[in-house]
């Protein structure tokens, strides 16, 4: 059965940063692209980045860009979410994602960015 | 970036009658091999999304055939041919065709 587990949300004030991570079990981790998709309540479901099987390469949506960064360890089979320089806008649950399909998400993480 | 739009936004439905979702893209999802990057997803109150259908029209596993899912190029549709109490909640479309991969604003069914 896949699993994804996320941790790692939490209040943060603007300007800050966060780093959320997702421990992955029930498959072949290292042959899998990741993602982590958002929601909040303004915006709905909003894709924030992808990272290949390798790690090589990371795509990231244009307003996090520069600003989070994704990355992963097969070994360890997880893969985390640097977030820096938070916005409230930032504002919403953090899904761990398997595939660019989504075929299966997490249980989400709360991040809240506010004062 | 490929706006997906949903109608309705929102669908009050009767048990056991059908129900249908609409999603349309500002471009075509469809790839030079001829595969068409549209997914459906659902997500229950209080609960993770899940995923119906990948590829226009190829069911999950578990995933009931009164679920169906059809369309090409950029007009897709989702049906479900008898709501049940479980079908309640937000419906989702998703495009992979193009970075940024982008979703619908989601339906929301209720009885």
């Known amino acids: 059965e896949v699993q994804l587990v996320e941790s790692g949300g939490g209040l943060v004030r603007p300007g800050g940063s966060l780093r959320l991570s997702c421990a992955a079990s029930g498959f072949t981790f290292s042959n899998i692209g990741m993602a982590w998709v958002r929601q909040s309540p303004g915006k709905g479901l909003e894709w924030v980045a992808y990272i290949n099987e390798d790690g090589s390469r990371g795509s990231y949506v244009d307003s996090v860009r520069g600003r989070f960064t994704m990355s992963r360890d097969n070994a360890e089979k997880s893969v985390s979410l640097q977030m820096n320089n938070l916005r409230a806008d930032d504002t919403a649950v953090y899904y761990c994602?398997?595939?660019?399909?989504?075929?299966?998400w997490g249980q989400g993480t709360l991040v809240t960015v506010s004062s | 970036d490929v706006v997906m739009t949903q109608s309705p936004l929102s669908l009050p439905v009767t048990l056991g009658q059908p129900a249908s979702i609409s999603c349309r893209s500002t471009?075509?999802?469809?790839?030079?091999?001829?595969?068409?990057?549209l997914h459906w997803f659902h997500q229950r109150p209080g609960q993770s999304p899940r995923r119906l259908i990948y590829l226009v029209s190829t069911r999950d596993s578990g995933v009931p055939d009164r679920i169906s899912g059809s369309g090409s190029g950029a007009d897709f549709t989702l049906k479900i041919s008898r709501v049940e109490a479980e079908d309640v909640g937000l419906y989702y479309c998703?495009?992979?065709?193009?970075?940024?991969?982008?979703f619908g604003q989601g339906t929301k069914l209720e009885i």
């Open positions: 471009q075509s999802l469809v790839d030079s091999s001829g595969r068409t990057y």
């Open positions: 998703m495009q992979t065709q193009f970075w940024p991969y982008t």
């Open positions: 994602v398997k595939s660019g399909w989504c075929d299966n």
